[in-house]
């Protein structure tokens, strides 16, 4: 389902260098359709989304004029095999990205996001401002035929200003440093999904909290 783009010598290269990476065809139809089935979105009423929140633990705060998409936890104990399936390259994954980049990366929090028509994320980095935990995103897009007229773009602001605007297709993964990048989700027309989660370096407490 997924092939090991984490195995790949550029795209750790690009990641470490640009601080941001896209890798075309990460994974495949199949794998999308069936994490679509695992977790199915039936609109805003959803029982298995929510609101999304921003800010941690008990200063989260339900802001829609900062982002409006509604997210679904992914859980460990899962037993759906598409939900196992990506745990074990969520693993595999950290291993090899501790090893690249000498992090001590240790958790792994994901969610699958969907932001209806005229959803949004205003300009952010992933890292929170009290906590420096997070260290690097990964999105997976899962959006067939999707084009530029359906906005909802991932805008990544460089350095210097300017930005590139990645349309949410289906295969397409982002990686980036998550404290570094600055990014956007421009509003979108059509109902979008992607597979969003941050690798991170928890210190103990936290990780026994976290469970
Ligand atoms: O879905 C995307 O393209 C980015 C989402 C995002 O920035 C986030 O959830 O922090
Ligand atoms: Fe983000």
Redesign the pocket.
């Known amino acids: 389902m997924i092939r090991p783009f984490w195995e790949k010598e550029q795209v750790l290269d690009d990641l470490a260098r640009r601080r941001w990476v896209l890798i075309e065809n990460a994974f495949d139809a199949q794998f999308a359709q069936a994490l679509a089935e695992a977790v199915p979105w039936e609109g805003r009423d959803s029982a298995l989304f929510h609101q999304?929140a921003i800010g941690q633990q008990a200063k989260q705060q339900v802001i829609r004029e900062i982002?409006s998409?509604f997210?679904h936890w992914l859980d460990r104990k899962d037993p759906a095999p598409v939900i196992q399936y990506f745990w074990q390259q969520v693993d595999s994954m950290m291993e090899r990205f501790r090893r690249a980049f000498f992090l001590p990366l240790n958790y792994y929090e994901g969610?699958i996001?969907v932001?209806p028509p005229g959803a949004f994320?205003k300009k952010?980095l992933?890292q929170f401002e009290r906590t420096s935990y997070r260290q690097i995103?990964l999105?997976l897009?899962l959006n067939e035929h999707w084009q530029e007229q359906d906005g909802?773009?991932?805008r990544i602001y460089e350095p210097d200003g300017s930005y590139v605007d990645?349309l949410?297709l289906l295969g397409r993964a982002?990686l980036m440093q998550s404290a570094e990048v600055w990014?956007?989700?421009l509003p979108t027309q059509r109902t979008?999904k992607?597979l969003?989660g941050w690798f991170s370096c928890l210190p103990m407490e936290e990780r026994f909290l976290a469970g």
């Open positions: 999304a982002r998409d997210i969610h996001a932001y994320y952010h992933d995103t999105i897009y909802g773009a991932l990645v949410p982002v990014h956007e989700v979008r992607s969003t």
